[in-house]
């Protein structure tokens, strides 16, 4: 068990540094020493190392990221790819917006040692066309990397080639997921495909591709540098390393929290925010992006931010969004915003998930309209249930879980509105 | 996925290629490893040159660049970002997830609408479009939205006016 208090800086390092961006200044506190040193160590050794860390994808589904290294076939001597997934489409999520504006060279550097340790030549980035600003600053710093020989075709002198390019999706939260990500670089509508086969085998062209989040990959050149110990030695041991959470809502202080796994949630919100801004109460938490189930205020007494803890509690960590729902805010609203959201996204190729999103939405603009019935809180309930684990994606699970949650916990208020408009 | 996409069709004539653009796109055929890769990126650069995609780039994208019309409309009706008519100068996208609702969202779009609908009383066009958007991904800074592509955070029913008056009085941009 490592130490789950004390902050330690790896994803946000360069944040409120002076030309934070820039190579230079990359370079000056450390930067790019992460890839030199993996070029001394063997590809094997690579993963082995990122396993021993413990490092779990930071997207929101939480698998090891070694492991997923090491499904990419060791014999396969055809192109290899290395997907930077800097998609973050997830409601509340804007961490990955955070690394890159505190410094894109860390998201570089962790793809070079990726794609030098499963044997890639290639890499993308996908960026949400929206993040303007953020992409120009990604585009920068390829150049840089370029100028200076971390890209190219000899780099560093090893004889090891390696190129970025980047690549903006056009708005579609279906591109999130790494198959829907895939389809949409290759030029398709963002349709995810059926696993297996899974993307290390069979990704980008049918060719083994590994899809990684912004947040894992720019957390990689810290591993390589200090050691899988290292690493080890903050968070819970079995969610080890530091975690990205983005506190939204009325908290004094919302914004990017990089805090050890396992750091009570409690303590997130009432000393590092700041607590509530005068006159709210928290009314309830969604932890990990909208696809979580939601979690009343009491559930979050004790609660630590770490995969297990979050999971036992019946929600998920995510993608470490943490939206603090007030007691201004309507549970209807909130369940019809999040309904409405994944009925829009949906991206229609499997029917549980196309229709049952669509149902889902209709019945709460009836009840918004005042014409809900009081069995519209069971039939959400069992059409969530049988939209879980039928699709090719999560997309459908992501629209269930949410509507489940707070059907169960907020039933009485939704039940309240629906009969107060009844009456109106 | 039709709510917030750009499906109603213009009337409005389509502008033509400019050599940049022509360029541009060139550029994007043989950048990536398929020619179909760079139906995206042309997309959007016909977009941020002239405005919107309109039937006729489609069918230029097909003959002169070699990208197959029905690829091409595939990912043009598929994906939110993509216009199929021309913008007003000034193109609002707000925000109207779960965190920015909270903040105010609905009120502030409400207020947008308001203004816009007093051009429309003045038999006038505004110079604003307003629509709601999924998560911007900036929450810290709710209620968002982009004007073009502006970005704009902590936006409120007190401070939108302020906003709007700045964008009305530029003279040109799209």
């Known amino acids: 068990m490592g130490d789950t208090l004390t902050k330690v800086k790896i994803t946000t390092a360069f944040e409120g540094k002076p030309n934070a961006r820039a190579l230079k200044t990359y370079v000056d506190n450390g930067g790019y020493a992460g890839l030199k040193k993996a070029f001394t160590m063997q590809p094997g050794q690579i993963i082995d190392e990122v396993k021993a860390a413990g490092l779990r994808g930071r997207g929101g589904a939480g698998f090891p990221t070694g492991m997923k290294w090491s499904f990419v076939p060791k014999d396969d001597k055809g192109p290899k790819y290395i997907i930077c997934n800097n998609d973050e489409s997830e409601p509340g999520t804007f961490k990955d917006r955070y690394i890159v504006e505190c410094n894109p060279h860390m998201i570089l550097e962790g793809m070079i040692i990726a794609g030098f340790a499963i044997g890639a030549n290639k890499g993308y980035i996908y960026t949400r066309y929206d993040f303007f600003e953020e992409i120009k600053w990604l585009e920068t710093a390829i150049r840089e990397a370029y100028d200076a020989g971390f890209l190219g075709d000899n780099i560093l002198g090893t004889g090891f080639k390696f190129d970025i390019d980047h690549y903006a999706g056009a708005g579609a939260y279906i591109c999130g997921e790494e198959t829907g990500l895939l389809s949409s670089l290759e030029g398709k509508k963002g349709q995810p495909k059926l696993k297996p086969p899974f993307p290390a085998i069979s990704g980008y062209l049918h060719r083994p591709t590994i899809v990684n989040n912004t947040e894992t990959l720019a957390a990689v050149p810290w591993i390589i540098n200090h050691g899988a110990a290292a690493h080890k030695t903050m968070g819970t041991e079995k969610s080890p390393g530091t975690k990205l959470f983005c506190l939204s809502g009325r908290v004094k202080r919302p914004g990017v929290y990089e805090l050890p796994l396992g750091y009570p949630i409690e303590k997130l919100i009432n000393e590092d925010a700041g607590g509530m801004l005068p006159g709210y109460t928290i009314k309830a938490c969604i932890p990990g992006g909208s696809s979580a189930p939601i979690l009343t205020a009491e559930e979050l007494k004790g609660l630590t931010l770490d995969y297990e803890a979050i999971t036992a509690k019946g929600s998920m960590l995510g993608s470490g969004a943490i939206m603090i729902i007030d007691d201004s805010m309507s549970m209807v609203e909130l369940l019809k915003v999040t309904v409405d959201f994944y009925h829009h996204e949906s991206c229609g190729q499997c029917t549980p998930c196309r229709e049952g999103t669509g149902w889902l939405a209709n019945i709460m603009t009836g009840i918004m309209a005042g014409e809900g019935k009081k069995e519209d809180l069971q039939r959400m309930f069992e059409i969530s249930r049988n939209m879980e684990g039928k699709t090719i994606c999560a997309l459908s699970d992501a629209a269930a879980m949410p509507t489940k949650s707070i059907v169960t916990k907020f039933g009485a208020e939704i039940a309240d509105f629906i009969e107060r408009g009844k009456r109106a | ?174």
């Open chain 2, 1 to 174: 996925m039709s709510e917030h996409n750009h499906n109603t069709k213009s009337n409005d004539p389509a502008p033509a290629f400019t050599p940049a653009l022509r360029k541009q796109i060139e550029g994007f055929l043989t950048r990536y490893e398929t020619k179909r890769s760079a139906i995206l990126p042309a997309l959007h650069a016909i977009q941020d040159e002239l405005g919107w995609i309109a039937d006729e780039h489609v069918e230029i994208l097909d003959k002169e660049f070699g990208l197959h019309r029905v690829q091409v409309r595939e990912a043009l009706t598929f994906y939110s970002a993509y216009r199929q008519k021309k913008p007003r100068q000034f193109n609002i996208q707000f925000c109207n997830n779960i965190v920015c609702c909270m903040l105010g969202a609905n009120d502030v779009i409400g207020k947008i609408k308001g203004h816009i609908k007093k051009f429309e009383e003045k038999g006038k066009e505004s110079p604003f479009s307003v629509e709601g958007v999924p998560c911007m991904c900036v929450c810290d800074g709710a209620p968002a939205m982009l004007v073009n592509k502006d970005r704009h955070l902590n936006v409120t029913k007190e401070n939108i006016d302020s906003i709007l008056e700045k964008y009305a009085s530029l003279k040109s941009g799209v």
